[in-house]
């Protein structure tokens, strides 16, 4: 086992242990870099704060999809990885967006659920809004290989 894959076993154990999902989403450099956070007490929820560098378009201000894609991705795995024996970030088999309105240039939320798994492949399902729970700015399908 390499070195940042000791690093990320000991970050999820942690985080199993203590129940802080921040935790494992601090060893995530690239989590680190879009602002992503566990909300706090809901271990299925996901928060984005907003960042300049994740604005896509400037005019609206909005947020650039891939910041948005990257956030529910990243999301689903962490959750996988708090809800299921993996200590190491799952491998994305399958992605599927649908952007639904544009995500503004304030708080992002996402919440993800499991919807099926088997041996080796999990899938996800996951939604991001902003102001209401009900008004979704995108939602997404996830599947991923887990060993």
């Excluded at 070195?3 to 242990?17: D, G, H, I, N, P």
């Excluded at 802080?20 to 989590?31: F, H, L, Q, R, S």
């Excluded at 099926?116 to 995108?138: C, H, M, P």
Aim: net charge neutral; hydrophobic share 40%.
């Amino acid at each position: 086992m390499s070195k940042t894959s000791e690093k990320m076993a000991e970050a999820v154990r942690k985080a199993r242990e203590t129940g802080d999902v921040n935790i494992m989403i601090d060893a995530i450099p690239y989590a680190k870099l879009l602002g992503i956070k566990g909300v706090e007490g809901k271990k299925d929820t996901f928060h984005l704060e907003p960042r300049k560098t994740n604005i896509g378009n400037p005019t609206l201000p909005a947020l650039h999809g891939g910041a948005v894609g990257g956030f529910m991705e990243l999301s689903a795995s962490t959750y996988l990885m708090m809800e299921m024996d993996v200590f190491k970030v799952p491998k994305t088999v399958d992605f599927s967006i649908d952007f639904l309105r544009p995500g503004r240039f304030k708080d992002l939320y996402s919440r993800c659920v499991i919807q099926r798994f088997g041996s080796k492949l999990v899938n996800i399902s996951i939604e991001a809004w902003q102001d209401d729970e009900t008004e979704y700015v995108a939602k997404a399908r996830a599947q991923f290989l887990v060993e």
